[in-house]
């Protein structure tokens, strides 16, 4: 049932994003050779900091043990009030906290072990990358990729290709992200492999404009700034368009993604009033993003992150340009033609050849790769004898002759920039568990008879088959009505167990499927019918077999209400729910 | 694109398995604890033998290279022919081959490497599996699943319970598999990360028949049977039906699912006639094995492996079983109650307890466990003294007093049987590649206008949207064919570049879009009109462009065909085809 949901979920998710904006889509491996993520940073910074219990060894995430212990003492009626308020203190900040920060809190506050009571070491760090070699020989260092996110940058290239080298575009990953959890919980929330939906939308840094946020401009989030946050203020509905208008959210392309998130998430189940949108505070915020917004849930668990959507400027192909010297740029044509010096090292390559001979090649290229001011540097010391010029592992001497330092006008009719990248970054398995929690509903009246009211599109399976005995004579019409779910694609179950019907609609209603079909003895009548239920009113209709694959397809893709049914088809009066 | 096309091939087989035989699904993780691996056997023997290059260390899967080596051999005029008859035998026997027998060849015929000619080493066993550690002690080893199925056995008793204790039933998992292959090679073939879509058709070992058997008896399959391959005969066609009950198929469970195996593979694009199913031979089968057909499709690479549809009789239940002490069982139904003698050691627990104290519960759970002729045993022995007890770190002393020896009769309903498994196995890769070279065609009369004729259903994009010239007029009539696509979640393509018309239905054949929707100026005229063009034919029809999105949905899931379409819709005569 759980992979049903979760496949629906991403089904919508890939209708509401990809297919809809047209996006390019990519899968790329899971194993991830270490050089790229190096050059994103991960391999360097992508930690957490963790004690240690001093005497078990057991580990435990620094921040969550600091916040757990600080809320403990926070109910303890024997911890004075001046200790709880520097405590409020720390939680407030705890999300900006280096290592030596959190030591010294664990210290100052005399924390230990939760379980032992034992003493802790100080932090320190660990990788959150589960490591592994590629190929036979062992010395080739992978990574199961953190994020899908940088397939898709080391794939830019490409991508703008596949896009006629115009921008703005957006590119989308489905799939795995790996990270080695110090300590994974909460059912769904925190765990070590998890799927997730992201998207890079590539786009010019000064216009960051969106072609269709006018369709989106008047729907109302609930937002939670920075400052709202530091005023101690609560998350109010907001516009997106005035939003973006007030420079609360950094621009349109921005505001688009999260008004479309949330829409997003009212179709497959979340409640939108236990939804917002919170800003990350400048101190939380990676130093190269230009703004930030989760969209949070509201669970059991508290305000759960669920989706981020983030600008990141052009940090992340700028790093994988340093890392590699390909240039990961965009043209962008100038509304009119400039008109610029330029000044070039032209190799004369006769002369080149005769003294390096195999080298000559390489230094050819050493020169092109030279920018304006190295060129004009290498011009002055030419002049007064030699030029030291780098090439990969060695060094070379040129000389006066060698070179022609070059110098014109030439008119450009493109400029080149580095994309910046608006990126949302979906985790399905979040979302799911706040679908489960927001789905959950007590029948009025009697509270034991619970029921999931997914909805349609997203419920694992989308009609029970329900012969009200159990007799071979109906046999012939639940196969009819099987092939008809066939026929349209809905996944169907059919309960022919002894149980009373009234107890079996209970148990079709507690996973949550939204139609039933029962077979009873009037269906035998030609033309054999059978009565649709719809689980959320318990109410029912009457209609033919030839026609109910159709009419359960149209209440599912939300082609036909259920009030509208109700009126074209009989309701049917049952005896039989359980009370 | 292509993740789309394979997306799609994934969507039918879930819908052509999963929902049509209403199959229960479970998603493990892809990260294995060592100890499930090493039950299966993984962890020991899912090995390749491999040779290195003495000087520079490069390794090769030995017996790839005998293979390749030995073909390039038959090739070369030079080699006598009597050295060539010795490698035909080689080549036959291959597959059966131990370390020993390859580095025989590898000396007998002097291969050496491809790459420089150097000596090779003897041949070395290589685990296929990628090893990673979990959580931050480094202590958890742990590996990358290589196949799913042992996330199905792992989970058999909760799917059983799912099932309602009832045998048979089938579970399927669709997801990643990794092999730290070699020597990756053949673009999609051979690659060191890849979607399976696995089933595991639990049944009575006793009874394999299938109830819906009769509906495929008729399906004719080619057929390559373990005896017609040693008598060097071909493959031959065979209704299913005929070779189940002449015992060339082992059962008809196994047989229904290499039916539905076919009618999945030419669903989704590939050519029949070149599609045999080769029985193993029995040096090839895995020893617990009782029956394997591969499906094989012809490609550009030879036959390659594209299913595996394997009878695994009860061997990994058991091997799981061995490993936790778990069983591993499902009760089936006497048809009439069976009266069986019981022998029964009994504890006196007041006696065990005061003199084993905190281990008498331990003592309890092992006498539980003895099996009849243990508790014999322990009858005669005790007789005489003491029983000397294992427990899991220890062993106890029990006296005569502590111990009462029942017997007796007993009326028993049920008898506990370990399923057999019928295990179809599907790489995506491998089928989306050969659905590339299947679907691959050209013109008649100009080879140069080529294009793939997908079938619709996984086609990555179902229709273009074509503009016959470049003006915002038309801009409105392509917004609504948009909406009308969206409608029915069919992905498009918009193609307004400035290419001849002609040019552009060429570039969407290529990239095997079914079909194009043309808007001219005639489609001005209210109401709006657009053409729509079938790529495999080029022939096209006129319709309203409220209805293309009804019609496109339609031709693609085949509710209408194409030559009835044009019966429907006025037929439209396009000069713009190029020639």
């Known amino acids: 049932m759980g992979c049903e949901l979760e496949q629906n979920i991403i089904s919508e998710w890939k209708k509401h ?40 060894g057991e580990c435990f995430r620094a921040d969550h043990l600091i916040k757990n212990t600080a809320e403990k003492m926070q109910a303890d009626p024997n911890v004075p009030a001046e200790t709880k308020e520097q405590l409020t203190d720390v939680l407030a900040q705890l999300e900006g906290f280096d290592d030596k920060d959190m030591h010294k809190v664990i210290t100052t506050f005399n924390m230990k072990s939760p379980i ?59 799939g795995l992200g790996f990270r080695n959890e110090i ?26 404009s969106f072609p269709k946020f006018a369709k989106v401009a008047d729907l109302k989030l609930n937002l939670f700034s920075a400052c709202d946050q530091m005023d101690g203020k609560p998350a109010k509905p907001m516009a997106i368009g005035e939003a973006v208008q007030k420079g609360i959210i950094a621009n349109e392309t921005l505001g688009y993604y999260m008004a479309r998130c949330q829409e997003f998430l009212v179709k497959v189940g979340v409640d939108p009033l236990r939804t917002r949108f919170r800003q990350h505070l400048s101190n939380e915020m990676a130093h190269y993003a230009q703004d930030c917004w989760d969209a949070e849930i509201l669970t059991s668990y508290g305000w759960i992150e669920c989706v981020g959507n983030a600008d990141r400027a052009c ?12 240039k990961l740029v965009a043209e962008k044509k100038l509304s009119e033609p400039r008109v610029v010096n330029f000044v070039q090292a032209a190799p004369n390559m006769a002369v080149i050849g005769k003294t390096y001979k195999k080298e000559a090649k390489k230094i050819q290229v050493a020169l092109e790769q030279l920018s304006e001011s190295e060129v004009e540097e290498l011009g002055k010391q030419i002049q007064n004898g030699i030029y030291k010029l780098k090439l990969e592992d060695s060094e070379v001497e ?15 009719h493109v400029e080149e920039v580095t994309p910046s990248v608006i990126e949302p ?5 979040r979302i799911m568990h706040a679908v489960f929690e927001h789905s959950f509903r007590q029948r009025e009246g009697d509270e034991q008879r619970t029921y999931l009211a997914f909805p349609p599109l997203v419920a694992p399976i989308k009609c029970s088959i329900l012969p ?52 009873d003895f009037e269906s035998e009548e030609k033309p054999w019918t059978v009565t649709v239920r719809h689980a959320e009113s318990c109410e029912q209709i009457r209609v033919k077999v030839d026609e109910v694959g159709m009419i359960i397809n149209s209440l599912v893709k939300g082609y036909l209400s259920w009030s509208a049914a109700k009126e074209k088809y009989p309701v049917f009066e049952s005896k039989n729910e359980e009370k």
Chains 1, 2 share one sequence.
């Open 17 to 56: 994003f990809i297919l809809k904006e047209r996006m390019l889509q990519v899968k790329c491996s899971s194993l991830t050779p270490e050089p790229v993520l190096r050059a994103s940073g991960h391999v360097d910074r992508f930690i957490d900091w963790m004690v240690k219990d001093l005497k078990t």
């Open 116 to 174: 032992t009571g034992n003493d802790l070491s100080e932090a320190v760090d660990f990788n959150l990358m589960f490591g592994t070699q590629i190929g036979p020989t062992g010395d080739f260092k992978a990574f199961l990729r953190p994020e899908t996110a940088q397939g898709i940058f080391v794939n830019f290239k490409r991508l703008l290709e596949f896009n006629q080298g115009r921008l703005p575009f957006a590119a989308a990953q489905i």
């Open 183 to 208: 300590s994974p919980r909460q059912g769904l929330i925190r765990v070590r492999e998890f799927t997730m939906c992201e998207i890079e939308h590539f786009v010019d840094p000064a216009d960051k």
């Open 315 to 326: 940090y992340d192909l700028q790093q994988h340009e340093k890392a590699t010297g390909v």
């Open 398 to 412: 040129l000389k006066k002759e060698m070179i022609n330092v070059k110098r014109g006008e030439k008119k450009v």
């Open 425 to 429: 970054s979906y985790g399905i398995g």
């Open 468 to 519: 009200i005995f159990a007799t071979k004579k109906l046999d012939p019409i639940i196969e009819a009505v099987e092939e008809q779910m066939d026929t349209f694609d809905l996944a169907c179950k059919v309960d022919d167990s002894s149980g009373s019907i009234g107890k079996r609609y209970a148990r079709t209603d507690e996973i949550g499927i939204p139609f039933g079909v029962t077979v």
